[in-house]
Each structure stands twice: as C-alpha cells, then as structure tokens.
C-alpha cells in the first residue's frame, strides 16, 4: 500500500506495544521502514497466537466491526487495485512530494517555515506560541547560546 | 527521567495532533489492532505539503474574521497569494478548490 511509502510517512503505533528488537537473520541490511514493517508483522502474529497477550485488552476496534466495514466497502464497488508497497529508498523524493500540492512558499529556511506555521496556525491553540518559542530556540542554536 | 521535550518537538506532536483531527489519516487494520500511519511534519526544514495544506486552509477560514487577514491575501481565480504583514508574498496556492472555496466563503 502507498500509504507505507516514506519519507513522507512514518508508521507510529495506535496502541501500547512491547518493543521487540529481533534480529531478521539472512537479509543483510535493511533499511529502517523495512525494519518497522517486520518488527510490525512479526508483532501483529506473537498477538494472534497468544490469547492471553495484554495487548488484546486494550484493541481498540473488535476485529468483528473491522472485517464488516471492509465487507461493506467491497460490496458498495469493485476492489480497488492494490498498489505496491514503496519502501524508503524507493519511495518519492522531496522534489516530487512538493509537486503533489500546487502550494508554493518563497522560503526554505527552518526559520522560515516555523514563522509560517506561527502566522498560519492562527487560532489553533498551542501551534503559535510552540512555533514561537521553535524559532526562538532555533535562534538561540544558531547563536551557540542553548 | 525522560527527557524534556524540545519545543520543536512539542510542534511537530501538536501539528500531527491537528492532522489526525483535520486531515485524513490512513488506519492500517490487523487482525487485533490498529496502527495510523502518520505524516511526518518536516520533511528538512520545510513542511510537508499535507500538513501546509490543512494550515493554508485553516487560515483561509479564519482569514474573514481576523483583522490581520484583511489585505493580506490577493486572490485571482487562478492564483491566490498569502502575503506578510509587511506586503511580502510568503505562499502561492494554485490549488483550484482551495481557491473556490476561499471565494464561496467571501461571497
């Protein structure tokens, strides 16, 4: 699924999970979403096949409700097509991902785009006072003060 | 002891939170969990376009009941410009929707 692609996305955890730092044995390197995404399907089977694993308890949607809603969806359309997974090193570069929204800012600093995040994120409490105080910590970086 | 966050740290939490709220997340259902793929906010020093877009339209939205918004957004039917309070350009929307929807709100 495209969804998985980086380096725009991360896959970050729903739910509290135990760490499980295995290692894969025979691949050689990987990179670190292809890391996420084993520890991720190795996780999700210790799950299934322990019936007593505390994660259980605290799932936030029955497995039944998914599998309907999924069953709905098919039966309102025909199955969409599967695209294939993009793992980092071949997923879009920065260059493409800019081009996906014809949104263009005339700056690329750090500084910048903190002082835009402050000016946009008007009325959304907390973006401009943190995007404030960002900058000004950026700032302090800069200076080598911090 | 963990480590006290920094306030760059503390945005990128709250711009994601905004997301979830906002924007359209993916949710990856397994067989007894959930996990959300999220954006991540920065991609270098510039947002990601996803997380820009959601700001550009909030402002957008709040732009007719802020004062600061008055005069500081030039709109054509093609292009709509977002300047500083000091008249400079800062962001060019050419997104078509967005801009309709900007001018079905001013209307």
Known sequence: ?146 | MEKEKSSLEKLEAKLKEMWREKGDPHIIAAKHTEFVVEPRVFLGTKLNPEILKLLVMNYLAQSSSQDSGVGNIDVTPEKLTINSPKGKPLVVIRDKSIIQQYLAQRA
């Not at chain 1, 135990?18 to 979403?33: M, Q, W």
């Not at chain 1, 995404?37 to 605290?58: G, H, S, T, W």
């Open chain 1, 1 to 146: 699924m495209a969804i998985l692609s980086a380096p725009q996305t991360q896959l970050n955890r729903v739910s509290p999970v135990r760490e499980n730092h295995s290692p894969i044995g025979g691949l050689g390197k990987i990179d670190v979403a292809s890391q996420q995404i084993f520890d991720l399907i190795k996780r999700i089977d210790e799950i299934d096949k322990n019936p007593n694993d505390p994660f259980r308890a605290v799932k936030k949607k029955p497995l039944a409700a998914v599998l309907k809603a999924a069953d709905a969806a098919a039966a309102s359309g025909p199955a969409p097509t599967p695209t294939p997974v993009k793992l980092a090193n071949q997923g879009p570069n920065l260059h493409e991902i800019e081009n996906r929204t014809p949104i263009e800012i005339s700056g690329s600093s750090l500084k910048f785009t903190l002082g835009l995040v402050r000016m946009l994120g008007k009325g959304i409490k907390g973006i401009p006072e943190l995007a404030g105080k960002a900058a000004k910590e950026q700032t302090l970086l800069g200076q080598g003060v911090a």
